[in-house]
């Protein structure tokens, strides 16, 4: 077996038990066709949330999944929760990776965690792997599109998934809950955002529909096939999936899309190949999206979406960095995430002032 992309050594703080995950996995699971002996085991360092490692058996490649240290907001982080949605969403929506064993005891390995089968084909990072000509760019982004349409399609009780939904009011619970999370995480170093959070208290829509949606659906997250890198075959990290507002999860997509015109700084912090050449701009994804999902939004409305995913994903960003800046973690990688932080608020900023003077 080859090298897999984006695995590394992994870190001293995050290393646990090879052996004695061996021994559960083998207790639990048929590992009959994986080989004998302990696993080799690499961490993906492209995660920020949960700790995610690749473990080589002689003939199989499995994904294992955990949290990280530290403190954590409550209801995050839940591996069983995680399993079970994809576990659930397996005979309605093919590309969920096929779910191995959830483990509950935290004396195997201190926490709880999941393990799921690789799905064998490329991940784009920051940039693809192969080289695309615009037509297949194009065609990548049309077709990671279209999984979202496919995803906000699937009928949750047809999956047994629609216990995840509250009912009525997924819009007033995200914008109410990540203003408190964010002002519990808040250092002194970044924006308090109470300008950001009062606009979008004062301008929520009603909910544009229910549906199951994705929550953190973003190119590093998608699976694409070894024979046609256009083509998806496995959406990744369901930990954020619930039942709620599409228009919700299409703003945390935007959030992430960072496209050819934007400045130097924001390429800097892209984390997705959203601006090579073929790609679609937000303006771009926004329309296609509608019209493939059939909804009208209009421009004000799809204002709010945008800034709700900035804000959200930089409340997502400084829970991370609390993590970082109070000792919890001494990844090198979250030492700076501050800045990013405000950078998204600047950004939510400008958004908001471009509606005032339309």
Known sequence: MGEVAGAR?????????????????????DGSAWGDGLPEVQQFSGGASNLTYLLRYPAKDLILRRPPAGTKAAGAHDMGREFRIQAALAPVFPYVAPMV??????????????????????IPRKDFEVALTPEQVRAVCT????????????????????????GEGYVERQVSGWTKRYRDAHTDNVSDMEDVMAWLAAHQPADRGSCLIHNDFRFDNVVFSDDDPTRPIGLLDWELATIGDPLMDLGCVLSYWIEAGDDDMWQLVRMQPTNADGMLTRAEVVAYYCER?????????????????????????????YRFHHGQTTNPRFEHFWMFVNMLGDRARAVIEAGGRG
Not at 105 to 111: F, I, N
Not at 293 to 305: C, I, K, N, Q, T
């Open 9 to 29: 050594a992994v870190r001293a703080e995050d290393s646990f038990d090879v052996a004695a995950v061996d021994t559960w996995l083998r207790a639990n699971a």
């Open 101 to 122: 064993g959830l483990c509950t005891d935290a004396a195997v390995l201190g926490s709880d965690f999941y393990v799921m089968e690789r799905l064998v084909g490329s």
């Open 143 to 166: 077709n990671t599109l279209d999984l979202l349409v496919s995803l906000h399609a699937v009928d949750p009780a047809a999956a047994g998934l629609d216990v995840l939904g509250k």
């Open 293 to 321: 999902a059939g909804l009208e939004v209009s421009p004000e409305a799809l204002r709010f979406y945008e800034v709700y995913g900035l804000f959200r994903l930089a409340g997502i960003a400084q829970q991370i960095y």
